[in-house]
């Protein structure tokens, strides 16, 4: 596998685990403040 590809491939990586990190850390935040209408 090119070295190229396998950067990209890893910088997209990076990119979602730091999107689901926020979004969790939203998600956290929310439950602080209480569920919000439709919460399982």
């Known amino acids: 596998m090119p ?3 396998h950067n ?3 910088r997209r990586l990076g990119q ?3 999107i689901l990190l926020r ?3 939203e998600a956290a935040r ?3 403040h ?3 209408p439709g919460w399982p």
Do not use: T
Request: charged residues 40%; hydrophobic residues 20%; without cysteine.
């Open 3 to 5: 070295l190229r590809q």
């Open 8 to 10: 990209f491939r890893q």
């Open 16 to 18: 979602a685990i730091h």
């Open 23 to 25: 979004r969790n850390e």
């Open 30 to 32: 929310e439950r602080k």
């Open 34 to 36: 209480g569920n919000p």
